[in-house]
């Protein structure tokens, strides 16, 4: 979308328009929902988590910058809120593949649909083995395929940081998955 | 050396396709000629292969209703948000009491045709929360000098159409009932002073707007301390009845009090001290 148009509705939002508000909901939900998704795996936390980071940002778009990409500042909110949802749900942070997705119902005789859903599987559980911010990169930049500097600015780190963290995280994701296909029968 | 770690920096995103064609020819040259960049590059290209950048979003399982459903959502959170936010930052009763009971000051600013004089004389008598009966009317009347009748009628208006709007727009708090004390001190003084203007010179019209609230406003006064809804809604019922937000609405201004002769005055104190 245009920068100029953007900032319009960022601005109409930020005077209190609902309307323009929910023009950048429909906008950044999708990638709000996939993000909250990476961090949580499991549907109906994802769509919770996206919902209250919209709701979130929408009281805190005061404090929002016309010049600064909202779609960052609103992934930097996403993270945020899937991080605590996490720690405060302890039980839930163990567990490693959700059947709840919609994903998983898709599963049919097809091999190589059920094949690619098991592969996904082990990345996620690998993933979720990853230190905090290893994991966060990863997610961010290698699954979500934002920009190394975009990460940079919702972790706020440096791009460097980003970039080492990518190779630390992928490295150890990698030696994970061959423990995991060697249990494999 | 220095070269080769920038070198190494772009080779994420040369395997990802995320290199303009210049970076991405001008990086290739390099590795055709630098085994240990080359080397590097491989490792990473294996890297991605074990952990495939995945070809579906999980958004993509999920239909454009779906979508549709979820901004709606998002949107109906927003407003109830708002809603509770505002309430919380203001309840009315908070409100009153700025109104009428803390914020002397501001009252100034909003009442129209009070000199800055009536309205020390009106925030006292607001501002002292007193049982009904509690006669102030005399003791103001030395060295200060009273606001007029038609300034006192004006504010008398104002203020009871403050209270029963916000009567009418009162809700529950967690289902439990509604804290009513400011309303009903606020309505204490209200009830005093209507007492006042109903003994003054005025037209029909108003005396009979007076007469009206005052029912409301003693209904109120004397409810129980424990409030609940349906006493609120009887209340309401009864400002409906008289269609009483309506009249002052449309009135607003427009009730008259003759001016104060030197008779009335005199009358007014006395009359202040028989209540
Ligand atoms: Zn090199």
Redesign the interface.
């Known amino acids: 979308m245009p920068v100029a148009d953007a900032q319009h509705v960022i601005q109409k939002a930020q005077e209190g328009s609902h309307d323009a508000f929910r023009i950048l909901v429909e906008r950044h939900m999708k990638q709000a929902y996939n993000l909250a998704y990476g961090f949580l795996l499991d549907h109906d936390d994802a769509e919770d988590v996206a919902q209250e980071s919209f709701v979130r940002a929408y009281q805190s778009l005061g404090s929002f910058r016309v010049e600064s990409e909202f779609g960052t500042w609103l992934y930097r909110i996403v993270h945020n809120v899937a991080l605590n949802r996490l720690r405060h749900e302890k039980t839930k942070s163990s567990r490693h593949v959700s059947l709840d997705h919609p994903l998983a119902d898709s599963a049919s005789g097809d091999g190589n649909v059920a094949e690619g859903k098991e592969q996904q599987m082990h990345v996620e559980r690998a993933l979720h083995e990853l230190p905090t911010l290893q994991r966060s990169v990863v997610i961010l930049r290698h699954l979500e395929g934002l920009s190394t500097r975009q990460v940079s600015q919702i972790l706020g780190c440096t791009e460097g940081t980003v970039k080492t963290h990518l190779h630390r995280g992928l490295k150890k994701m990698k030696k994970l998955l061959s423990f995991i296909h060697k249990d494999m029968p | 050396m220095k070269a080769q770690k920038h070198v190494r920096?772009l080779l994420?995103?040369f395997h990802?396709g995320?290199l303009s064609q210049d970076d991405r020819r001008k990086l290739e040259e390099h590795l055709a000629g630098c085994k240990r960049c080359a080397k590097a590059a491989e490792e990473?290209r294996?890297?991605?292969q074990?952990?495939?950048?995945?070809q579906t979003?999980?958004?993509d399982?999920?239909s454009e209703r779906y979508?549709d459903a979820?901004?709606y959502?998002?949107?109906n959170?927003?407003?109830s948000?708002e809603n509770q936010?505002s309430v919380r930052k203001i309840s009315f009763a908070e409100y009153l009491r700025s109104v009428f009971l803390y914020q002397r000051r501001s009252l100034a600013a909003i009442s129209v045709g009070l000199t800055i004089v009536a309205v020390v004389v009106l925030t006292r008598q607001f501002g002292n929360v007193d049982p009904p009966g509690t006669d102030q009317l005399a003791e103001q009347q030395g060295d200060i000098q009273t606001p007029t009748v038609q300034a006192r009628l004006d504010q008398y208006f104002r203020k009871s159409q403050i209270l029963m709007v916000g009567l009418m727009n009162m809700k529950p708090e967690n289902g439990n009932g509604v804290d009513l004390s400011v309303e009903q001190a606020v309505s204490r003084e209200l009830i005093r002073e209507a007492r006042f203007l109903s003994q003054q010179n005025i037209d029909e019209r108003t005396r009979v707007l007076i007469a009206n609230l005052e029912k409301i406003l003693i209904e109120l006064a004397n409810m129980e301390k424990q409030y609940d809804l349906p006493d609120i809604e009887i209340l309401r019922a009864g400002i409906n009845q008289e269609n009483l937000l309506f009249k002052l609405r449309m009135g607003e201004g427009s009730y008259t009090a003759e001016p104060l002769t030197q008779d009335s005055e005199r009358n007014l104190s006395q009359k202040g001290e028989s209540l």
């Open positions: 920096d994420y995103d990802r995320e990473i294996v890297l991605m074990t952990v495939p950048v995945p979003k999980p958004s399982a999920l979508w979820f901004s959502n998002v949107m959170r927003v407003r948000e936010h």
